[in-house]
T-cell receptor, first 117, second 113 residues
Framework: AQKVTQAQTEISVVEKEDVTLDCVYE???????LFWYKQPPSGELVFLIR??????QNEISGRYSWNFQKSTSSFNFTITASQVVDSAVYFCALSEAGGTSYGKLTFGQGTILTVHP | NAGVTQTPKFQVLKTGQSMTLQCAQDMNHEYMSWYRQDPGMGLRLIHY???????DQGEVPNGYNVSRSTTEDFPLRLLSAAPSQTSVYFC????????????FGPGTRLTVL
C-alpha cells in the first residue's frame, strides 16, 4: 500500500527565511507520480508540481524548488526567501501507475507553514 | 470554463438525515474523485470514477454512495449522516488518473449534529 509521511506538522518562520518541507513516501510500484499541493487560508487546493518516478531532476520555479531522491524515497520542497503569502498548508501526494491503485492519490498529513512579517 | 464546481458550500445535518453533495466539471475529464479532509489527516479518498458508469471505492467509503451517469457529474450521497462524517469534502477531476494533476473544487463544509 502506498503511504506519504510529512513529519513536520507545523513550521513557523520569519519572512525572507528559507524553509524546507519534508516528504517521505512508500510504494511498491516502480512507476509512480509525486505531487505537491498548496492550500491557502481560503481553502482551495492549488497544484504546484508533479514529478514521475523516472525523472529525478530537481526543479526550480521562482522561489520554489523541489528535491526528488529515490534512494531515500523523499520529495522535499524548499521555499527560498519566504513571504507572508506563502503561509498555507502544503500537501505532498503520491499516485501509483498500475494495478488496483491506479489514479488513487494518497496525501500526506500536511504541513502548516506560517510566515511572519 | 468553470472548472470543478461543488454545491452546497456549507451544510448542517442532523444525525440520520441523508443528503447529496453535488460535483460537476466542464473540462471533459474522465477521472473524478471525492476526498474528505479532517484535521491532521490530510485528504482521504472516499470514492472515485475512471469514466461514466464506472466507480470504485477509495480508502474510506463506508457511509457514502456514488454514481457516475455522465462524464460531467459525480454526486456523493450520504445515506444516514453520522457525526463522524463532519468534515470538509472535496471533489476533484483529472484528464486521466495517475499522471495527471487533479483539479479540485472549492469544497463543502459539512457538520453533522
Amino acid at each position: 500500500a502506498q503511504k506519504v509521511t510529512q513529519a513536520q506538522t507545523e513550521i513557523s518562520v520569519v519572512e525572507k527565511e528559507d524553509v524546507t518541507l519534508d516528504c517521505v513516501y512508500e510504494t511498491r510500484d516502480t512507476t509512480y507520480y509525486l505531487f505537491w499541493y498548496k492550500q491557502p487560508p481560503s481553502g482551495e487546493l492549488v497544484f504546484l508540481i508533479r514529478r514521475n518516478s523516472f525523472d529525478e531532476q530537481n526543479e526550480i520555479s521562482g522561489r520554489y524548488s523541489w528535491n526528488f531522491q529515490k534512494s531515500t524515497s523523499s520529495f522535499n520542497f524548499t521555499i527560498t526567501a519566504s513571504q507572508v503569502v506563502d503561509s498555507a498548508v502544503y500537501f505532498c501526494a503520491l499516485s501509483e501507475a498500475g494495478g488496483t491503485s491506479y489514479g488513487k492519490l494518497t496525501f500526506g498529513q500536511g504541513t502548516i507553514l506560517t510566515v511572519h512579517p | 470554463n468553470a472548472g470543478v464546481t461543488q454545491t452546497p458550500k456549507f451544510q448542517v445535518l442532523k444525525t440520520g438525515q441523508s443528503m447529496t453533495l453535488q460535483c460537476a466539471q466542464d473540462m471533459n475529464h474522465e477521472y473524478m474523485s471525492w476526498y474528505r479532509q479532517d484535521p491532521g489527516m490530510g485528504l482521504r479518498l472516499i470514492h472515485y470514477s475512471v469514466g461514466a458508469g464506472i466507480t470504485d471505492q477509495g480508502e474510506v467509503p463506508n457511509g457514502y454512495n456514488v454514481s457516475r451517469s455522465t462524464t460531467e457529474d459525480f454526486p456523493l450521497r450520504l445515506l444516514s449522516a453520522a457525526p463522524s462524517q463532519t468534515s470538509v469534502y472535496f471533489c476533484a477531476s483529472s484528464q486521466h488518473g495517475g499522471y495527471n494533476e487533479q483539479f479540485f473544487g472549492p469544497g463543502t463544509r459539512l457538520t453533522v449534529l
